[in-house]
């Protein structure tokens, strides 16, 4: 299993409620939403993967739950990765993916 699919199912209900419109490409071994062709989240294994604007980064990753994200042995600069336990709530999930189109528009 490349990423957990009840996840990305989750994340595809909520995406879905958005006005923008959202692909889906492999990516990291798992699945990335993009926005406009930029990357909002996705999933990889059983964790979600989320862009953030540099400037939220500190206070992003003083959250608990949060780690960046080290796919390739050092941290990669904008992203960040969440445990289950702190997307529990579709909530919480809706606001890490409001997170993540922030980085994207910011980006355009």
């Given at each position: 299993?490349?990423?957990?699919?009840?996840?990305?199912?989750?994340?595809q209900y909520l995406l879905g409620l958005?006005?923008?419109?959202?692909?889906?490409?492999?990516?990291?071994?798992?699945i990335a939403f993009l926005y406009q062709g930029k990357m909002t989240v996705g999933v990889v294994k059983d964790e979600l993967m989320v862009r953030?604007?540099?400037?939220?980064?500190d206070r992003i990753l003083q959250q608990d739950y949060v780690r960046p994200m080290?796919?390739?042995g050092k941290p990669m600069k904008e992203f960040?990765?969440?445990?289950?336990?702190?997307?529990?709530?579709?909530?919480?999930?809706?606001?890490?993916?409001?997170l993540g189109l922030e980085h994207a528009k910011s980006k355009l």
């Open positions: 299993m490349a990423y957990n699919e009840e996840i990305a199912r989750r994340v958005f006005p923008e419109d959202f692909t889906e490409k492999k990516m990291f071994g798992g953030v604007v540099g400037e939220k980064m080290d796919f390739t960040v990765f969440v445990s289950q336990k702190g997307f529990k709530t579709e909530k919480q999930l809706h606001q890490w993916i409001e």
